[in-house]
């Protein structure tokens, strides 16, 4: 087990997301289902936590009501290699109710932020000279165009 686990908390979809985000990265698994005890405080049997690795990374999703919802105070970053990478979980992560933000940023089906940069991201904005028009591409952007930034 990892020592910092990201711990996700759902209304009742923890099961379905966890099922979701495993379908779209490759090295990925559900780990444990456990379920909510007789006299616990959702009905006994229904599930109350998922744990699932993400490539390689673990995760939890707790099923814990509708007493908080996930805000874009917090992001998952999906760092890709290619622009092909890029289109791929765009694609993945907006399809079925998900929408897209600006810069990268974007909101899945069930709430949660994500950003689907270029690996090479910090290194084009950090040039002193080419950051700035960087910057200014990516403004203009909603999935990122890593030939755009480069040229930038």
């Known amino acids: 087990m990892d020592r910092i686990t990201t711990f996700l908390w759902f209304n009742d979809q923890a099961e379905e997301a966890a099922n979701f985000y495993v379908s779209i990265f490759k090295n990925s698994k559900i780990k444990q289902v456990s379920r909510y005890p007789e006299g616990g405080p959702a009905p006994a049997g229904k599930v109350m936590v998922v744990v699932f690795e993400l490539d390689g990374r673990e995760f939890q ?6 007493h ?3 805000t874009e105070a917090i992001s998952l970053v999906v760092h890709c290699d290619t622009q092909d990478e890029i289109d791929y979980y765009w694609e993945k992560l907006t399809s079925d109710g998900g929408q897209e933000v600006q810069c990268g940023w974007l909101k899945d089906k069930y709430g949660l932020s994500w950003q689907v940069v270029p690996r090479v991201i910090g290194k084009l904005m950090s040039d002193p000279v080419k950051g700035k028009r960087v910057m200014a ?16």
């Not at 999703?61 to 509708?66: D, E, K, Q, V």
Request: charged fraction near 40%.
């Open 68 to 70: 908080f919802k996930f």
């Open 61 to 66: 999703a707790l099923n814990g009501g509708p």
């Open 137 to 152: 591409e990516v403004m203009k952007m909603k999935k990122l165009d890593l030939k755009r930034m480069e040229e930038a």
